[in-house]
């Protein structure tokens, strides 16, 4: 089959940014160095067992093992918003203002074939998760990148966004505590979102993957807190990384009912809903085991210590993060990102990220995850000390 032959929507994605890291980190390996993965934002540790034990008890139940509801189980819906009413204080109706994902990268993906036409911008927050603008353009529309910058502690300027622009926005994508940066955001942030999706008549689509792993006493909003939220704005939220569930692919989408509505429209055309004995197991996290996260959260913290303190010695500067798995930090030496990213690999055997695969506002930047044990981060700090004086 031709090339030619791909949709227009395929051929016109960004390359793929990191396929000479990828090359380069193969050649490593095939000389039999072993390679330090500090890249990718997938827990390392295993699923509690109260969740795995729930996904055997219920995996057994042959009426689980049919089609599931399109929308979820009402009972995992249920649990959702009384996990919602402990966790935020905020009240949801399970039946028309929750839907289940396919973990929420799914619902994140789907979203603006419900909300954007052909002409239509959506809005995205840029560094960030690459989904949003990927979406925004299979969608028809035109992805229109708001920087995050520094001196802003790595929240959109709402306000610069250019009237013409804001006018024919139809979606804002916002993800706080945020990947790849890790800032966070407080309610009256959020508040300030709710009145320019109010003033332009925006759909707006809080990413809340990040909530519940935060450190130092921290605790992250929920967009839903703020003041006339719902009425703008809906949150998908994961399983994945509040419970190490990454692979068993759970999230819910829950606010606006009609946005909800929404995107469960465009669902019941394209999936047909999460496995009912996953959705047990997600009840069984989301209703029994509230101290899982905190005891992640330490676990999290006590590496985001031992990696800060780590690229401080080899002369960086990383901001400390208190929330989510990540630390982002200016690349020194004055090399552009990848080229950064590219020598750690080489010199040191360490793969991070360069921040520019976050977006064009990601450059001067890099991300380490937090997702190794004490042992491998030792390790990869240790090596790149090793050839820190000789790259910067
Ligand atoms: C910001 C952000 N949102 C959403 C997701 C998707 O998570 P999942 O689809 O596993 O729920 C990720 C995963 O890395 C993420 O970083």
Redesign the pocket.
């Known amino acids: 089959m031709s090339k030619s032959r791909l949709a227009k929507r395929i051929l016109d994605l960004p390359p793929y940014l990191f396929a000479e890291l990828d090359r380069a980190k193969a050649d490593l390996e095939a000389q039999g160095k072993e390679v330090i993965s500090l890249g990718i934002?997938?827990p390392d540790m295993p699923t509690p067992e109260p969740i795995i034990e729930a996904l055997k008890r219920e995996s057994e139940e042959p009426a689980n093992h049919q089609y599931p509801s399109y929308e979820g189980l009402l009972k995992f819906r249920q649990a959702v918003a009384e996990w919602y009413e402990r966790r935020f204080g905020v009240s949801l109706d399970p039946v028309c203002e929750v839907i289940s994902?396919?973990?929420?990268?799914?619902g994140?993906a789907h979203l603006p074939l419900a909300f954007i036409d052909p002409g239509d911008v959506g809005l995205y927050t840029d560094p960030?998760?690459p989904?949003y603008s990927v979406a925004i353009s299979f969608a028809g529309g035109t992805a229109v990148g708001i920087p995050l910058k520094e001196e802003n502690g790595f929240l959109p300027d709402l306000e610069a966004i250019p009237a013409d622009v804001a006018q024919k926005a139809k979606l804002l994508y916002i993800?706080y505590p945020?990947?790849p940066t890790a800032a966070t955001a407080d309610v009256e942030f959020f508040e300030k979102v709710v009145a320019f999706a109010k003033r332009h008549d925006i759909l707006v689509c809080h990413?809340a993957?990040?909530t519940e792993i935060s450190f130092d006493g921290y605790e992250a909003p929920s967009f839903l807190q703020a003041k006339g939220a719902k009425d703008v704005g809906i949150e998908?939220?994961?399983?994945?990384?509040t419970f190490n569930?990454?692979g068993w692919?759970?999230?819910f989408c829950a606010g606006n009912e009609d946005a909800v509505a929404g995107l469960g429209k465009v669902k019941t055309n394209i999936d047909s809903g999460v496995f009912q004995a996953i959705q047990y197991a997600g009840v069984e996290a989301l209703l029994r085991n509230g101290k899982i996260p905190e005891e992640l959260s330490e676990i999290y913290q006590k590496r985001r210590d031992q990696v800060i303190e780590g690229l401080r010695a080899c002369g960086l500067n990383p901001f400390v993060p208190r929330a989510a798995f990540y630390v982002w930090c200016p690349v020194p030496g004055g090399v552009d990102s990848k080229e950064f990213a590219g020598k750690v690999l080489t010199e040191a055997g360490v793969v991070v990220t360069p921040g520019v695969g976050f977006g064009e506002h990601g450059e001067g930047y890099f991300r380490i995850t937090l997702t190794q044990g004490e042992e491998k981060l030792a390790e990869a700090l240790a090596r790149i000390q090793r050839v820190a004086k000789e790259l910067w």
């Open positions: 934002g997938d994902l396919i973990g929420s990268k799914e994140i960030g998760y989904v993800n945020n990947n990413d993957a990040y998908c939220h994961s399983l994945s990384k569930m990454t692919r759970i999230g």
